[in-house]
């Protein structure tokens, strides 16, 4: 099993939370461990679609910054292979959701996940599955993963 230390994981979040993406929709990582991590957004007027409603990239942004954090907590650069997204109900503005990336296997260069969107009542909004590519490489910051 691969421990990473505490320093790195708040180094992580500060590389998270930086982005300019994240910023801009709000995007909070509320928990991270190697290949699993949750993020939530609230849904905003400036998320609207021409419906009005929220539009489904900022849903599949809040879902890929769930997959990233989770399969890059590892210390190492993994990046994405393939993601398949359903949406199963319209969020509703102004409404808190929260993705959650579980792993569900990993192999040395490839790993597969699960990450679920919720609303507040703990309504599925839209599933992922998402296939990772690891590289093998230590990130580009912090120091790399301990090994336990």
Do not use: W
Not at 18 to 32: F, K, N, S, V
Not at 91 to 105: D, V
């Amino acid at each position: 099993m691969t421990a990473v230390s505490e320093s790195f994981l708040a180094e992580f979040k500060a590389k998270v939370d930086a982005q300019g993406i994240t910023r801009h929709l709000t995007l909070e990582l509320e928990e991270l461990a190697p290949g699993y991590a949750r993020v939530g957004m609230t849904c905003a007027p400036k998320m609207a679609n021409i419906l009005g409603m929220v539009h489904g990239t900022a849903v599949f942004a809040l879902i890929d910054e769930a997959f990233q954090a989770a399969v890059n907590a590892y210390g190492t650069v993994a990046v994405a292979l393939n993601m398949n997204l359903t949406f199963h109900q319209a969020p509703k503005m102004g409404e808190r959701l929260t993705a959650t990336t579980r792993e569900l296997h990993a192999g040395r260069r490839t790993a597969s996940y699960l990450i679920e969107v919720a609303d507040a009542q703990g309504g599925l909004v839209a599933s992922c599955q998402a296939l990772a590519y690891r590289r093998g490489q230590p990130l580009p910051f912090g120091s790399e993963a301990e090994q336990e």
